[in-house]
């Protein structure tokens, strides 16, 4: 280390040479990639992440079943817009307001934009999903067994009377009461659909400059979890740019307060940039995202940067008019410093390269940039700051250090004379500072066990924000803003295929009996189709697999088989549609019974405000095909009531709806929970109910229950983070304290430190 030293005070300007052309070196790394990437598109260019999601990694159980439940059910994340008219004695049912949300409706469906890197594809809002007024079907009855679907709102009303007329059809649909209009009439929601969350902030910044062109008396709310992450991913980055800086000017002050000498201080505030720019451009040189977490490094690393410059200058300071030789003061100052600094940068390295401990990704990389630019810094400090000292001029010295006097003694300051008192106050009554430090920690723990796990993206942002704001008023006055999805899938693990096998066998069997005296060839082809299912039975992916080959091999037959054959394949059709319906599980009405009664265990949580399912669109199409009659909301006895009204949904304008709540082989539904908070403690109180629920009352079939969205991946990459900074704390600590008692050679002394 001496050595080190005396090199940088004898050749200052070589240490100066090469610091500056490593910061250039990694500065062009950093940031030519991203002005010219065509000419250097074999360096990684800065990419910058606001996605909370990516808290978690790709590979997590629970990260890799929300993307794939999505793609199943095509959900996607959502824009809430709220409209509310407290004025008009009808809220927003009145002309003037339903004709500014039609317009702002048909305005959305504009918001789409060709992506860069993918020409031919768009990005932005899913025209085909939005729901909206003018968007969704009315679903009426049109006589016995006749359903009638016609657009809610096809045109803006032009009298009060359309205008109440939209509400109270409105109003008959389970889906769109609470969801798409509030029970009191004052509000309207509109659900935008985005090709992906990282688009959110631009379309509400579109939606925004649109609403400020209207005139009226409503208000406009716009909310959502991808719109509160992706703002705060974006203000989030602003606050960075203007808080490093402003952290540099305070540091500034503070030294400039001290030591009076501009030219002096300087160098620290070099060593800070220095190693901001290392860290950051070895960052982005690796091809590692600029996350939330990771735009914070700045700010970490320039107050730690600076500490071991202070220890120097102070040194410096205290002995330079001992000698008034730079080169002496500097050398005797490094000598002295050389280990504590050294070992408090190791300490400070092991400290936040612990976080690489925790399973959260971004934490992982913040924990360790930040020990490498910890390192950064110590390193430029014990070489750079003599160099620096020596570089400048000797008239900078004068009038500079601290004056002697009678005796040896020095100046005493306003601060040593507190830190003298402070330090005869801990000589003289040891015990009494003992038991107060005591006393604290046991207050400290008893505040440490009544943690609470909780959090909320949209309270990440100040009471008077607009999302804040706009998230108050819309969880008034619907069911909630906050989605999260509770898919449930029939159970193929309970269900082994040669044991399936043979209950189709049976049923195949048991018809061919039954039809044996009316058809004669249908002995023949029942024991052809057997035949087949034994085959197909080995080679079948899944049960329903297995059926949809059976199926294809029927038809197949029908086409090409014998004339007096075409009546025994016809019926092998129908008796494979019954086994299907049998396995299409969520036709089945106690399985659909079973979904509405989890809702009505979901509402009284009291926390999920509305949810939505399957067994809603059956109620309500059943209900429309029975006159309206309003004890016919209901789920109908049979499965093949239950196919009808579903087959009757699909004449709808939107058929596709179905599949956001049923996959197409009623194998796997979702359940829509809207909730009125995002906190974790809320989303973990309704999982929690439902999971008592279940043992309670198990569901009538085999089925599995999982959840996903937003709201519920949230509670799962917070709890990991804190579960992991505990381990990664406990972590840090003993290794600190195994390096402690190495550097000492003690055991003594090491735990007070």
């Known amino acids: 280390m001496h050595r080190l030293f005396?090199?940088?005070?004898?050749?200052?300007?070589?240490?100066?040479?090469?610091m500056a052309s490593i910061t250039v070196v990694f500065l062009l790394v950093a940031t030519l990639p991203s002005i010219w990437p065509n000419t250097f598109s074999l360096l990684n260019p800065l990419t910058v992440d606001t996605d909370p999601e990516n808290m978690l990694p790709e590979d997590e159980a629970v990260r890799v079943f929300h993307h794939l439940a999505k793609q199943e059910f095509s959900l996607h994340d959502m824009v809430v817009v709220g409209i509310v008219n407290d004025v008009h004695p009808e809220g927003v049912f009145n002309p003037g307001s339903l004709s500014r949300i039609y317009e702002l409706a048909e305005f959305s469906k504009t918001l789409t934009w060709p992506i860069k890197d993918n020409p031919g594809q768009n990005e932005g809002v899913i025209e085909i999903d939005i729901?909206?007024?003018?968007?969704?079907?009315?679903?009426?009855?049109?006589?016995?067994?006749?359903?009638k679907f016609e657009w809610l709102m096809i045109a803006p009303p032009t009298t009060d009377e359309e205008?109440?007329?939209?509400?109270?059809?409105?109003?008959?649909?389970?889906?769109?009461?609470?969801?798409?209009?509030?029970?009191?009439?004052?509000?309207?929601?509109?659900?935008?659909?985005?090709?992906?969350?990282?688009?959110?902030y631009k379309v509400s910044i579109k939606l925004n400059e649109k609403i400020s062109g209207f005139s009226g008396e409503e208000q406009y709310f716009i909310t959502g979890l991808p719109v509160a992450e992706d703002t705060f991913g974006v203000e989030m980055f602003k606050q960075m740019a203007i808080s490093a800086p402003l952290a540099m000017i305070i540091i500034f002050l503070l030294m400039l307060f001290f030591f009076r000498k501009i030219a002096l201080i300087i160098s620290p505030l070099i060593i800070a940039i220095v190693s901001v720019i290392l860290t950051m451009g070895l960052l982005i040189a690796t091809g590692n995202t600029v996350h939330i977490m990771s735009s914070m490094i700045p700010i970490f690393i320039m107050p730690i940067a600076v500490l071991d410059a202070v220890h120097i200058l102070s040194e410096f300071f205290d002995r330079y008019q001992e000698t008034k030789d730079r080169r002496k003061t500097i050398l005797a100052v490094m000598n002295t410093l050389s280990a504590p600094m050294l070992y408090t940068t190791l300490t400070t390295t092991v400290g936040f390269g612990s976080l690489a401990l925790t399973p959260i990704p971004p934490v992982q990389i913040f924990g360790l940039f930040v020990a490498f630019g910890v390192l950064m810094a110590w390193f430029w400090t014990v070489t750079f700051i003599p160099a620096y000292i020596m570089l400048m001029g000797q008239k900078s010295f004068e009038n500079f250090g601290m004056k002697e006097f009678d005796g040896g003694l020095k100046t005493k300051t306003s601060l040593s004379s507190i830190l003298s008192g402070m330090g005869r106050l801990t000589f003289n009554h040891p015990k009494p500072i003992m038991a107060v430090t005591v006393l604290l920690s046991l207050i400290a723990m008893v505040g440490i066990y009544r943690i609470n796990i909780n959090d909320n993206p949209i309270k990440w942002f100040k009471p008077s924000h607009p999302i804040r704001v706009a998230d108050r008023v819309l969880n008034k006055h619907f069911g909630g803003s906050y989605m999260a999805y509770l898919a449930l899938e029939a159970d193929e693990s309970k269900r082994e295929p040669d044991q399936y096998a043979q209950t189709v066998s049976n049923q195949i069997a048991i018809r061919a009996n039954a039809l044996e005296d009316t058809i004669p060839a249908v002995k023949k082809v029942f024991r052809e189709l057997q035949s087949a299912l034994s085959k197909f039975s080995k080679k079948a992916t899944s049960n329903q697999d297995l059926l949809d080959k059976l199926e294809k091999f029927a038809n197949f037959r029908a086409d090409v088989g014998a004339e007096n054959e075409f009546d025994a394949w016809d019926e092998a059709l129908l008796t494979l549609d019954q086994v299907k319906q049998k396995n299409q599980i969520f036709k089945q009405p106690k399985v659909l019974t079973y979904i509405s009664e989890l809702q009505a265990h979901l509402l009284s949580t009291g926390i999920v405000g509305k949810s939505n399912s399957l067994a809603d669109i059956v109620k309500t199409v059943h209900r429309e095909l029975l006159l309206g009659d309003e004890k016919q909301f209901r789920i109908p006895d049979s499965a093949n009531a239950v196919a009808q009204t579903l087959l009757t949904y699909q004449n709808s304008h939107r058929p596709h709806d179905l599949w956001h709540f049923v996959t197409p082989d009623y194998r796997k539904t979702s359940i829509w929970a809207q909730l009125k908070s995002g906190d974790n403690m809320d989303m973990a109180k309704v999982v929690n109910g439902i999971d008592q629920y279940i043992i309670k009352k198990p569901p009538p079939a085999s089925i599995k229950l999982q959840w996903f969205g937003l709201t519920y991946i949230n509670v799962i990459w917070q709890e990991k983070m804190v579960h992991g900074m505990l381990q990664a704390f406990v972590g840090s600590f003993l290794v600190v304290l195994l390096m402690m008692i190495f550097l000492f050679d003690r055991l003594y002394g090491v735990f007070y430190r």
């Open 131 to 147: 729901i909206a007024p003018s968007m969704v079907d009315n679903i009426e009855q049109g006589g016995l067994g006749i359903v």
């Open 6 to 18: 005396e090199f940088s005070v004898n050749r200052p300007k070589i240490i100066a040479w090469i």
């Open 163 to 200: 205008a109440l007329s939209i509400r109270r059809k409105a109003e008959r649909i389970p889906f769109l009461k609470g969801t798409v209009l509030s029970e009191n009439g004052k509000a309207i929601a509109l659900y935008l659909p985005l090709t992906s969350k990282d688009v959110s």
